[in-house]
Every structure is written in C-alpha cells, then in structure tokens.
C-alpha cells in the first residue's frame, strides 16, 4: 500500500480554511493522521465527528513529530501560537499558514520561531466564504483557486516544494510573490472591498429607517454587501496587520470618490460616463482566476 505524503498534520483552527485543507488533502489520499487544535471545544468535537480530524489535540509538543503544521488561526493569534510550538518542531516538521496578511505574519515567525523560521513556509490561500466553524469546511474548496507562497530566504527549494505539494493536492494553483508585493496587492483587491462592504452596512445600520432601506434593497446590495457577513474579528485583524497598505488605498479610493462628487455636483455627464465605461469594460472583460 501507498504511504501518504502526510503520515501526520497539526491544524491550528479547524474551521473553513484549516478544515477544508484537512478534507482536501484527505480526499487526495496523502494524509494520515489529522490532528487539531482550536479555542472551542465543540468546534473541535464537531470537526471530528464530521471526520475533519482523526483526534483533538491535547498538548501543542504533538507538533514534534508532525510532517506539516498549518496555522489557520485569525492572523493576531498567530504570533502567541508560533511562540508555543517553536521549542516542540521536529528537524523536518513544516509549518505553513493561510493568513490574509503576509508582512505581519512574516514578522512574528522571524520574532517566535527564532532558528527554525527555515521550517515556514507562509501562504495565503485564496478562498473563503462568509460561513465559518468546522461545519463550513468543504474538501472541494480550494479545487481551482490561487494560492500564494511567499518563501523566505532561509526557506530550502525542498521545504518549499513539500508546502506547494500539500496545497496542489488540495487542488489549488500556486503562485508565488514576495511577502510585501502579496500585502500590496490584496490591500487593493480583497481588504479595501471588505472595509468598504463594512462600512456601507454600518452607515446603514445607523439610520432610524435601516428597515425601510433594506425592505427595498435588491441585488446590487446584496452582491456589494455579501463579504459584509465575514468574521468580524478575521476582518479586524486583517485590516490593522495590513493598514499601512490599506490606508494607502483608502487614500486612493477617497482621491477616486472626490472626482465622481465634483462631477456630479457639477452635472458632469461627459466626466461620469468616462468614469462608468471604463469600470464597466474593466469588468466586463476580466475573469477570476
């Protein structure tokens, strides 16, 4: 019999993203034991009776002797978790992560990990719904969708190569950036989305007549306010790990704001047309990856 590539993982937070790796990679047929590991107890009982994990993990040193350790923690707990497993990583135990923001979790692995930062390879993949918890993971989530690697110096071609591997069993395709081109980038296509999502809602939520707008709001609302109903605190931790970038987007997209007021204050047909057409071929002629 074939042994699995995995003969043991270590997941950190067994929810969307870490439990749909654990069924991805369980689907492939390269994982053995699947270990994990969360702040809430019946998450955890959850995720084993729906055969996400094989057992709870009762003590962070069963990292030791671990293949592959995957943080899949909101991104402000990962710095407290990279200082508990640091003194327990077996020579050839892996660690990789799915968080939002990169240059942060980068930051901490070289400030907890210490000598065995070689062992962490960071990725984001990039994936999600609104739902969380054991309940939301899917082993198809990732079938198709991008994941980004952004390697460290001190990361070895075969460290690398192992992490690529789990993740393409999951079914995702692999890119690779450096850690601070990935912040810049998701700062303007995924965080400034989600912050602007939010803060429509909130506005909204404000108004004494928030049930009357929403009793007459169709499609356009639901499709701008979808990512409204993510994680709060995913989001929180995202938008302060990465607001260097994100403020400078939300300047940009503010500049961007200021001249469609001007033009409508003004009656600028011509100006607002030229702004409509070209977002709408934009949009029109681009597909998601």
Known sequence: MTQPKFKKIVIFGVGLIGGSFALALRKAGVVGEVVGFGRSAANLQQARQLGIIDRIGQN???????DLVLLATPVGQMAE???????HLGAHTLVTDGGSTKSDVVREAYAHLGKKVAQFVPAHPIAGAEQSGAAAAGADLYLGR???????????????????????????????????EHDAVFAAVSHLPHLLSFA??????????RDLLLSFAASGFRDFTRIAASSPEM???????????????????????????????????TQLEHTFRAASELRAGWTEK
Not at 246 to 251: A, C, T
């Open 146 to 180: 991008n994941v980004v690697l952004t390697p460290l110096p001190e990361n070895s071609a075969h460290s690398v190569a192992r992490v690529q591997a789990a993740w393409q069993a999951c079914g995702a395709n692999i890119h690779q950036l450096t850690h601070a």
């Open 200 to 209: 429509l809602v909130h506005d909204l939520a404000q108004r004494d007549n």
């Open 81 to 87: 978790l990279m200082a508990r497993i640091a003194p």
């Open 235 to 269: 989001w929180r931790d995202i938008c302060l790990a990465n607001r260097v970038a994100l403020l400078k987007e939300l300047q940009i997209y503010i500049a961007e704001l200021n001249r469609i007021n001007a033009a409508l204050a003004a009656g600028d047909a």
């Open 60 to 66: 962070v040193a069963e990292v030791r002797d671990a």
